[in-house]
């Protein structure tokens, strides 16, 4: 089977040249580049190593007027790009898409809702300066997994709670975001809701709100996958 | 515990017989044994030398795994329970309809998706399934022989397990393993634009999109998926593709009430699908716990149908099969799971 048309930059990726690569966390980079377009803060990147092998997507996590694009991402050790990533240096090159997506934040009040490195779209929201009306409920396994929460509690306060399921700490909450929304009794329903992180963590906390009679219409959810 | 010989591809296999010291036509002679007759065990493969199969048998298993539960629609749809990792299950209807039967197979335990109207979803994701797991669930029901449609649409998404079931689809359709055409088989998918290319390039089946509505907004609500793959960069991708007169698109629509069923939505189907020859098939939402979806009324969809098929769209209801026996993908494992 043809191609009607020959896309020689088959994923239309270009090239950019690393400016940054912190691990932040063991086996969690922040990966940063020149930013040369805008983006609105929830849109992800492709990224790849090389432009004729299948990207993987990634959310920006950085503010929408920084001189750069940032990525979080974690290293799968069995994964085709993720353990070449973590070893790049500024300097290197690394193919990457245009900002596209459509998981983005209103001025509406909302409650924005993560699990993991799923915390990368609100941090650029954050960054952005859409933070006012809204609340982040960030949950982890480990405490050192909480990426920018001196940055966030400070700016927060209280409309930032972190959920921990393997380990304890004062003003974090024992046990995963599910659990955490189960015990207040009554949640906003004429709010909006923003889910980010792994499928099982998206449909079981989208499944909550809807049973606590949130609309569907007002849940929105990106998947790492 | 020992390696499968069933789920191996002819490469695979002649490969193997040579390490073992074998003859290399021993490759072609197992993948008939596997994938054409019917036998169960590496003893029933007598045109194999007896040392031969005490090789064979000294590291490999056959491969089969047998359904543990069957059930039976008043309408003649079957779903079997297979057994998979960590105690877990996965579903396969065989719905016969006249001359024809179709299979429709599971590719992965669970799903990593998330769509608001699937009950996989909500059992999460458990594990990928081996091209020899995709394959049993055909291979291994009384049927078999009398197979004439494999649709790739139970539970989990093919692409995000795309080595497997390219390799399956190799399986099913080279001469050496079940021979059978790939204008009979269909591989659906909710859009992850990168396995479709490649399976695009790589398959000759035909391929199916879930769409269930042209508007980006709403899609996003049903499909979290479409954040990452949008259904315009899906549709444009298709555009970019010769589909020939042989090989078949079609977008998967379940109808949803007052959500995707109005004029609004006709014309804007008509509007992103201009340029591509496909078909469109109506899907009947069979509600989920919990959900806060309703399937659209009977006239509804009629209407729909007839307004998308006057537009010049080709536009089909599917039948709703084996309802008596949880048959929407999902509900049967999940029922199983929880006792």
């Not at chain 1, 973590?86 to 934040?105: L, T």
């Not at chain 1, 809701?193 to 606590?212: N, T």
């Not at chain 2, 804007?268 to 309703?294: A, D, M, V």
């Amino acid at each position: 089977m043809q191609k009607s048309a020959n896309k020689n930059q088959q994923f239309e990726l270009e090239e950019v040249t690393i400016s940054g690569n912190e691990e932040i966390s063991p086996g969690v980079h922040l990966i940063s580049w020149l930013r040369t377009c805008n983006f609105s803060p929830g849109q992800v990147v492709k990224i790849a190593a090389d432009p004729m092998i299948a990207p993987r997507i990634y959310s920006i996590c950085s503010g929408n007027d920084e001189s750069e694009i940032k990525v979080l991402f974690n290293v799968k050790e069995d994964g085709l790009l993720t353990p070449w990533l973590a070893g790049v240096i500024p300097g290197m090159k690394i193919w990457v898409s245009k900002p596209y997506g459509s998981f983005k934040d209103s001025k509406k009040p909302a409650w924005w809702i993560a699990t993991g490195t799923g915390i990368a779209p609100f941090y650029s929201m954050f960054r952005s300066g859409m933070s006012e009306n809204k609340t982040l409920i960030h949950g982890v396994r480990k405490l050192d997994q909480f990426y920018f929460e001196d940055e966030l509690e400070w700016a927060m306060g209280d409309r930032y709670v972190r959920c921990c399921s393997q380990e304890q700490s004062c003003n974090v909450f024992p046990g995963r975001v599910n659990k955490y929304l189960e015990e207040i009794k009554e949640l906003p329903t004429d709010i909006n809701y923003y889910l980010c992180g792994k499928a099982i963590m998206v449909v079981e906390v989208r499944d909550l709100l809807i049973s606590r009679g949130v609309p569907y219409e007002n849940i929105l959810a990106e998947i790492y996958f | 515990m020992k390696d499968s010989l069933f789920g191996k591809t002819l490469v695979e296999l002649t490969a193997l017989a040579v390490e073992l010291g074998l003859p290399r036509f021993t490759g072609k002679q197992m993948a008939e044994w596997l994938y054409q007759k019917d036998i169960s065990s590496i003893d029933e493969m007598t045109n194999l030398s007896k040392k031969a199969r005490e090789i064979l048998n000294s590291k490999y298993e056959f491969g089969l795994v047998n359904s543990t539960k069957v059930q039976e629609s008043v309408d003649g749809t079957k779903k079997y329970l297979f057994p998979t990792v960590q105690g877990k299950f996965i579903e396969t209807a065989m719905i016969p309809d006249d001359d024809r039967k179709t299979v429709c197979v599971s590719s992965q335990v669970g799903c990593k998706m998330g769509c608001l109207f699937c009950m996989t979803g909500k059992q999460g994701f458990q594990g990928q399934l081996t091209a020899g797991e995709i394959v049993n669930q055909i291979r291994n029901i009384p049927e078999w022989h009398k197979v004439t449609n494999i649709v790739y649409m139970g539970m989990g998404e093919p692409f995000d397990n795309l080595e497997e079931v390219l390799k399956s689809l190799e399986i099913l359709t080279s001469e050496w393993g079940l021979a059978m055409s790939p204008r009979r088989i269909t591989v659906s998918t909710i859009g992850i634009v990168p396995g479709m290319v490649t399976f695009l390039n790589q398959s000759e089946a035909h391929l199916a999109v879930s769409m269930h509505t042209p508007f980006d907004d709403e899609r996003q609500k049903l499909m979290p998926v479409q954040v990452a793959y949008p259904l315009a960069e899906v549709i444009r991708e298709i555009k970019s593709w010769d589909f020939g007169r042989q090989r078949r698109v079609s977008f998967e629509y379940i109808v949803f009430k007052g959500l995707n069923d109005s004029p609004r939505h006709v014309q804007e189907l008509c509007k992103i699908l201009n340029g591509i020859k496909c078909r469109i098939n109506l899907i009947r939402f069979h509600p989920i716990p919990g959900t806060p979806l309703e399937g659209t009324d009977e006239n509804t969809l009629q209407k729909f149908k007839e307004k998308l098929n006057e537009k010049g769209i080709l536009t089909t209801i599917r039948a709703s099969r084996g309802q008596d026996i949880y048959a929407a993908c999902g509900l049967l494992s999940t029922k199983e799971m929880v006792g």
